[in-house]
Antibody, heavy 119, light 108 residues
Framework: EVQLVESGGGLVQPGGSLRLSCAAS????????MNWVRQAPGKGLEWVSY????????YYADSVKGRFTISRDNAKNSLYLQMNSLRAEDTAVYYC????????????WGQGTMVTVSS | SYELTQPPSVSVSPGQTARITCSGD??????AYWYQQKPGQAPVLVIY???ERPSGIPERFSGSSSGTTVTLTISGVQAEDEADYYCQSADSSGTNVVFGGGTKLTVL
């Protein structure tokens, strides 16, 4: 079964850091582009970051540029999001999502991990 | 920054046709994708590349494109189709992915 499982969410103080992980299974992880997408409570979806299958190409939304770092370990079938200088507005469910082959959509999503930034 | 515009809500009776629009200046150049999200669940892809339907998605879901507007059509709406629907695309450079604000579909 194709599956993505996020972990690492929790409560963190403003200005703090957190590292999210996404474990992939059921498909050849190294062949797929991956993304992080977030959703603040009661709000819509917001794309956060993209990484190519090899990790050589990376993009970020302006809202997280300079604070978040996306990475992957194809040997461990894992995707990561290092989040620094966290703000209250970063509070959201964070989803990892597999990129469609040759397209910019997302065909497989994890169940998400909640990040709460609060003092 | 680039934006995709959706109506906040659409309401239809069971068996009727629901149409949800999404407008954006780059849509003539970039494909659109549609996701269904039910409360407490992750989004599910229902249409990709404007009008293609993933395997496992019912035939009543279809997509179309005309100029700067794309449309998700749900024919013969069922109660289980009540959900939030999001369109998604990218800016003209293809490096910034954007979601529409979402449309809440209510089945009366």
């Amino acid at each position: 079964e194709v599956q993505l499982v996020e972990s690492g969410g929790g409560l963190v103080q403003p200005g703090g850091s957190l590292r999210l992980s996404c474990a992939a299974s059921g498909f050849t992880f190294s062949s797929y582009e991956m993304n992080w997408v977030r959703q603040a409570p009661g709000k819509g979806l917001e794309w956060v970051s993209y990484i190519s299958s090899s990790g050589s190409t990376i993009y970020y939304a302006d809202s997280v540029k300079g604070r978040f770092t996306i990475s992957r370990d194809n040997a461990k079938n894992s995707l990561y999001l290092q989040m620094n200088s966290l703000r209250a507005e970063d509070t959201a469910v964070y989803y990892c999502a597999r990129g469609l082959v040759g397209a910019i959509g997302f065909d497989i999503w994890g169940q998400g991990t909640m990040v709460t930034v609060s003092s | 920054s680039y934006e995709l515009t959706q109506p906040p809500s659409v309401s239809v009776s069971p068996g009727q046709t629901a149409r949800i629009t999404c407008s954006g200046d780059a849509l003539p150049k970039q494909y659109a994708y549609w996701y269904q999200q039910k409360p407490g669940q992750a989004p599910v892809l229902v249409i990709y590349k404007d009008s293609e339907r993933p395997s496992g998605i019912p035939e009543r879901f279809s997509g179309s494109s005309s100029g700067t507007t794309v449309t998700l059509t749900i024919s013969g709406v069922q109660a289980e189709d009540e959900a939030d629907y999001y369109c998604q695309s990218a800016d003209s450079s293809g490096t910034n992915v954007v979601f529409g604000g979402g449309t809440k579909l209510t089945v009366l």
